[in-house]
């Protein structure tokens, strides 16, 4: 059991470089950078939903209203905007979609200035590593969308949904700009859970409950999503166990950044299914829900269901059975090897 949790050399030169914190403190910082990375991305996000939320008919009828019955204006208008917010974050215009994607770039931003500033560590220890850098992301990419291709193969066999074939209504630039914005957004919550999170509680503590920890704070940020299930907590608790051993074992930041990222773009955006309780829009392929939601995962999505939870099992296993990667010479500041800080 001890080989399966041994430390890599991102969490030996954190602990030799990094004053040691409180697992309490550095799950105080989380929050914090977590807080202000989300704060910001929303605040970005307040004019594209204020113009979204202005072109809503009832809203603009509210608004004419307001130069015939001044008394009746304000209520309407309240009633009118709020009906609008809600019908917008139940159906997200993709464009709206896109931008929200994007914007999680805010949560990377925050967590190097608090690491690379505030902690002065290199990136290398957030494993930002220079070396094969390329290799690990595609790698990650043909992982990534393998695992899910297969998990949706067995919702299609289950018949609880059924493959649409080719959606040719699809925007090519809609899709590549979601892939675009995933890449950003799977990279966001990476970073910060495993990059900064995982690394630096691991360092404090130890790895296992890094890994439970990180694990569960994972699923908890979900937790709001709509459609959210209990089988769907255990598959995002899964892929955080999953994320935090793959990223343990090779050492390096940049696979599992893509793999979350693939995931996430295959279903929305290759097979049209939901992504975690959201319909991103446009996909490559149509799937059309058959009923039944023990493998669909019902208004969750396919994350929801047990082809999933069987999928990253799986997973694990076989990560258990590697050992970490070796990592030559990692006390050794070289910018020929390291991306360094």
């Not at 910082?29 to 990375?37: E, M, P, Q, R, S």
């Not at 979609?97 to 805010?106: G, H």
């Not at 959606?167 to 990279?187: D, H, K, P």
């Amino acid at each position: 059991m001890n080989e399966i949790f041994l430390p890599n050399a991102l969490i030996y030169e954190t602990i030799a470089s990094v004053k040691k914190k409180s697992f309490f403190r550095v799950a105080i910082i989380f929050l914090l950078i977590y807080f202000i990375g989300s704060t910001a991305a929303s605040l970005i996000l307040t004019m594209p939903m204020f113009f979204a939320i202005m072109q809503d008919e009832a809203v603009s009828d509210a608004l004419a209203g307001a130069t015939t019955d001044p008394n009746a204006y304000m209520q309407d208008y309240s009633n009118a905007i709020t009906n609008a917010i809600n019908n917008l974050m139940s159906n997200m215009p993709a464009w709206l979609n896109i931008i929200s994607l994007f914007a999680t770039v805010t949560t990377i931003i925050a967590v190097f200035i608090y690491c690379t500033k505030l902690e002065k560590r290199r990136l290398f220890t957030l494993g930002f590593i220079k070396k094969g850098a390329i290799t690990e992301y595609l790698m990650g990419l043909a992982i990534g969308l393998f695992m899910f291709s297969f998990a949706y193969l067995s919702v299609i066999l289950s018949g609880e949904l059924e493959f649409g074939g080719f959606n040719s209504e699809a925007s090519v630039a809609t899709i590549i700009l979601f892939f675009l914005g995933f890449i950003v957004q799977g990279a966001s919550e990476e970073i910060l859970l495993r990059s900064y999170f995982f690394i630096s509680s691991a360092a404090s503590s130890n790895v296992p409950i890094a890994v439970f920890v990180s694990s569960a704070l994972f699923a908890a940020l979900h937790i709001s999503n709509p459609g959210i299930s209990f089988l769907a907590i255990i598959n995002l608790f899964l892929f955080g166990v999953f994320a935090a051993l793959y990223f343990l074992r090779r050492g390096s930041i940049w696979g599992i950044c893509a793999i979350h990222s693939i995931w996430n773009f295959a279903q929305g955006n290759i097979y049209g299914c939901r992504v975690s309780g959201m319909n991103m829009g446009d996909s490559i392929f149509k799937s059309v829900e058959k009923g039944g939601e023990l493998f669909s995962g019902g208004a969750f999505g396919p994350e929801g269901g047990i082809g999933v939870t069987i999928v990253l099992t799986i997973g694990i296993i076989i990560l258990t059975l590697m050992k970490n990667k070796n990592i030559e010479g990692f006390f050794i500041h070289t910018e020929e090897e390291f991306v360094s800080a």
